[in-house]
């Protein structure tokens, strides 16, 4: 389990480490003379959690957060850990209701990473699993894209990708890939409640081992004349086809 120490910037995902895990904070750092009410408001909530607070020079934060939007706020914390696969599979082996677990297949920009985690976050998942090369890791600039959504979530790298889908499907999972070139729609299947979603990289998509462990691929429909989505806006219609889809079934 990885716990170096790293920084996170910006007003949400700060105020969510604050309200996730706040033992894991080591300082807050704000912009001297800042005016805005968010950047007060996590001076509060840090100090209430007993966290030291210091103030600094924007230019001072600038080259922390390496000219990255920061809004006046650093924070220096424990990094995010990863878990171990293993953990996530003793943990489903004897669960018996519905789960969803995020699949991603070697994304490598940080701006889709941190989108698509905080899709899977309001939609209620809990567990993500990347691979452990070739793929972007929780960096602050995929903190920040998630809004702090990654402080709620539990990461899991895995040494091998295709071993780790291979006992989701022994835990009883289903796994299904999206695929721009499947035949099915996302709107066509009823989707199983244990299931695994694989999301593939930016450029080349699910690798074709791993989509060979998928028991099914879908697309998502499109009208128009350009034929494929960015991965995170993709992987949040698909995820929120599985929120319409666990409503109608509850209305029933």
């Known amino acids: 389990m990885d716990r170096e120490k790293q920084l996170i910037f910006g007003i949400h995902p700060v105020l969510e480490k604050l309200k996730a895990s706040p033992a894991e904070v080591e300082e807050i750092i704000i912009a001297e003379g800042s005016a805005r009410s968010a950047a007060r408001s996590v001076d509060v909530a840090a100090r209430r959690v007993g966290v030291r607070v210091n103030y600094a020079s924007p230019a001072a934060l600038d080259r922390l957060a390496a000219s990255q939007r920061h809004q006046g706020v650093v924070a220096k914390i424990a990094a995010v850990p990863y878990l171990q696969v293993s953990r996530l599979l003793e943990s489903i082996s004897s669960s018996s209701g519905s789960e969803q677990i995020l699949i991603l297949d070697g994304l490598t ?5 941190g ?5 899977a976050e309001a939609v209620g998942i809990q567990h993500v699993i990347i691979p452990k090369d070739r793929s972007v890791g929780v960096t602050a600039a995929v903190v920040k894209a998630s809004a702090g959504a990654v402080h709620h979530l539990k990461i899991y790298k895995a040494t091998n990708l295709r071993r ?5 499907k022994d835990c009883g999972f289903w796994v299904a890939g999206l695929d721009v070139h499947a035949t099915d729609g996302v709107y ?3 989707l199983p409640e244990k299931l695994g979603i ?3 990289s930016e450029g080349e998509g699910i690798r074709h081992l791993i989509r060979q462990e998928c028991d099914f691929l879908v697309s998502i429909p499109m ?3 350009i034929r494929s989505l960015n991965v995170a806006v993709a ?5 929120y086809e599985l929120v319409r889809q666990k409503q109608a079934k509850a209305s029933r």
């Open 109 to 113: 920009d940080p701006h889709n990473f």
């Open 115 to 119: 989108a698509l985690l905080r899709t």
């Open 164 to 168: 780790a889908i291979k006992g989701l």
């Open 188 to 190: 066509d299947r009823v």
């Open 198 to 200: 694989v999301l593939g």
């Open 223 to 225: 009208a128009g004349k």
């Open 235 to 239: 992987g949040a219609v698909f995820l």
